[in-house]
């Protein structure tokens, strides 16, 4: 582990994260892996970088990425996944599809493990803030009354901004202020990072911050498909007006991650700390070579987090990773 890690509540990580969902639930990556590690076999290794799970929920979620009795995609490459290495783009619509948190829990791998890492969670299903609520204290609860089986120390990460939930955010600082009071009253000294996306307000940053409920923000997850069109030109990425992903049948058109995420959140970043905004941040987003480390780190990042790089630009995976754990990082 690097000796210039994020350090949260006297738990140090790593300044590199592997993006919810890189690596699976338990860090065992995915099919697909064994032929990228054969290819590129000692670039494509997320070794030295913080784990994160891919996100996970209170109820099992079907979601539209069907998985098989081990939790894995059925589909090889799967159809919910749009990507175009060429651009340095991706488009999922994968729905949040997991077993739920106590499947997960209920084989053991979390509690074996070894190193800091973080669970990803999302309250996916409720109707409204108050639904919202009663999953995320059935999952802390949980997560409480299971922590001393664990070997090693690890957050929560709370993911409020998948542009494939079907939450109204227009509540955003009380929905994120109230999930934080329940997470921090019942999981007390774990970590308790805030995931969202670049389309969130300074405003909104700065009322969360105010509440030192959170111990860290990650911006960005994915930008829903045809948004912020001020910085993205989604006719000439994709040559058209319509996702590719409903051309493939989904109700839904997805996330944008890949490339155009990178100057997005560099200004989100740069944007944040000039007004003012402390909490450390760890920027994710377009990061697919070892420079754009290096700009992140500028703009203001505490630690960056890596996703899309693992199947766009496979072969810069642990150049980024050596990049992030050489520099000093803001403190």
Known sequence: MSHNGLVLRGLRFNPIFGASGTLGNFNEGYAYHAYLKKLFPESFDLTGATFVSKTTTDAPREGNMPLDEHFQPREFLPKC???NPFKGIALNTVGLSNPGINALLATEKWQRMTQPFFISFAPADGKNLQERLEETIAFANLIKKNEK????????QINISCPNMNHDLAL??????ELGYVLRSILGEIPIDLKINAMTKLQAIKAIQKERAYDSITCSNTIPFGEMPEWINWKKLFGSDVSPLIKRGFKQPGGLSGKPLLSIVERWIKEARDGGIKIPLIAGGGILCPDDVILLKNAGASAIAIGSAAFLRPWNVQAIIQQANSISWRR
């Open 172 to 177: 955003f600082i009380k929905e994120a202020t």
């Open 81 to 83: 996944i749009y990507a």
């Open 149 to 156: 089986f664990f070997k090693a120390k690890f957050g929560i």
